[in-house]
């Protein structure tokens, strides 16, 4: 089994900054990539960035230029800077990972962290 935990969210200002950090653990796995998403209530989880093996990246359009998205492969560990936070990024944050295990790909989350923008 893989098991992610996510630690950095909190409270801060509009214009603020906070990183979250995503450390997977476990054994016999490979990480293909990592990913986080967030979901604000009444809302439906959306991506907000997404990173490969290889370091390939991908933001969602409304956090280009403020959050960057990086990997420790040998440490199993995700960040995202989040810089200039706004209110609409108050959320629960997810880290998900997809690896193989067992010889099989699967999805895996972690529990969420919480992040409040205050304006």
């Known amino acids: 089994q893989v098991q992610l935990v996510e630690s950095g969210g909190g409270s801060v200002q509009a214009g603020g900054s906070l990183r979250l950090s995503c450390a997977a653990s476990?054994?016999?796995?490979?990480?293909?990539?990592m990913a986080w998403l967030r979901q604000a209530p009444n809302s439906e989880r959306e991506l907000v960035a997404r990173?490969?093996?290889?370091?390939?990246?991908n933001y969602a359009d409304s956090v280009k230029g403020r959050f960057t998205i990086s990997r420790d492969n040998a440490n199993n560990t995700m960040y995202l800077q989040m810089n200039d936070l706004k209110p609409e990024g108050t959320a629960v944050y997810y880290c998900?990972?997809?690896?193989?295990?067992?010889?099989?790909?699967?999805?895996?989350w972690g529990q969420g962290t919480q992040v409040t923008v205050s304006s």
């Open positions: 476990g054994s016999g796995f490979s990480i293909n990539y």
């Open positions: 990173i490969t093996y290889g370091g390939t990246t």
């Open positions: 998900k990972a997809k690896a193989v295990f067992s010889g099989l790909l699967r999805g895996y």
